[in-house]
């Protein structure tokens, strides 16, 4: 990757460069353009080779992720690449658009999936009604929230992870349409938390924390720091300017009440849960 990152590929947040994601095999490279890319993957390919790997072409994508216009990228080493505008990494899908929206979508349709599988569980008339809702939470929610702590969630987004979110209840307590049975009642004999509360207060909390506790050096708190750094007023560096119209919401303003202030101090308290020791391990999720 040192030989990649000598291509000048890379993208800057403040001081700080960024250059791949990797995760096991699998690795992000971010490029400013087409040329600069495509002398990254021909490095990429001839180091891998040295060593008796190569590129899956098949599996290699290229996605814009910026507001300019795409240029279509050469053929590398003989191969051509497909341009996406979605991609699953990892579990989630990245939007070209930068929108969960996508991601929220094929959620839906997992979980829609899960909870008709275990149809003869919802319909057992002896199993306990608490019995059920801890099936619901371990197996059908821990696959709905999968990748939702770093949602940046719009009120269209939240109205249907909360319908969705009520349905699956009302399936669980054998409610039809017809019955006319109010959406408080429902929650009322669940107990269950609603989709912004799990996803604020929990999921949301939980990596903003982990995140602010890692080591200064860390890409991760690297990229936080700056973007929160902007929040609160510094900018970027002496080049950067805001695009024209509207900011659009982003991820960091969804800590605490997204004023600079509530952010300063979501930050001191996150670190402050690391040193006393108040931080707790949440469940594993798997990624479908």
């Known amino acids: 990757m040192e030989r990649v990152a000598s291509k000048a590929v890379f993208f800057s947040l403040g001081n700080d460069h ?9 690795v992000v490279l971010f490029a400013h353009n087409m040329d600069d890319l495509h002398g990254a993957l021909e490095v990429f390919e001839t180091t891998a080779s040295q060593l008796g790997l190569h590129i899956s072409w098949q599996k290699t994508k290229i996605q814009n992720l910026s507001a300019g216009d795409y240029t279509p990228c050469p053929p590398v080493c003989g191969h051509s690449l497909e341009e996406v505008t ?15 929206q996508p991601d929220i979508i094929r959620r839906i349709g997992i979980v829609s999936t899960a909870m008709h599988s275990m149809n003869k569980v919802w319909r057992q008339t002896r199993l306990q009604l608490q019995t059920k809702l801890r099936l619901y939470q371990t197996c059908i929610l821990s696959i709905f929230f999968y990748g939702s702590e770093t949602w940046t969630l719009l009120q269209e987004d939240l109205r249907k992870l909360e319908a969705f979110h009520m349905r699956c209840q ?54 936080l720091s700056q973007v929160a750094a902007a929040r609160t007023g510094h900018r970027f560096g002496r080049g950067w300017r805001r695009q024209p119209g509207r900011p659009r919401l982003s991820w960091i303003q969804q800590i605490g009440d997204g004023t600079p202030f509530s952010i300063r101090a979501e930050w001191s308290k996150a670190r402050r849960r690391g040193h006393s020791g108040l931080t707790q391990r949440t469940s594993a999720v798997y990624a479908i």
């Open 18 to 26: 960024f250059t791949d994601l990797d995760y096991a095999d699998d």
């Open 86 to 100: 979605e991609f699953t990494y990892l579990g989630s899908v990245q939007s070209t658009t930068g929108r969960c």
């Open 170 to 223: 009302r399936m669980i307590l054998g409610i039809r349409w017809h019955d006319f049975v109010r959406n408080t009642e429902v929650v009322d004999r669940t107990n269950l938390p609603c989709v912004r509360d799990v996803i604020a207060k929990w999921r949301r909390n939980s990596l903003f924390g982990h995140v602010v506790r890692l080591d200064d050096h860390m890409p991760a708190h690297r990229a």
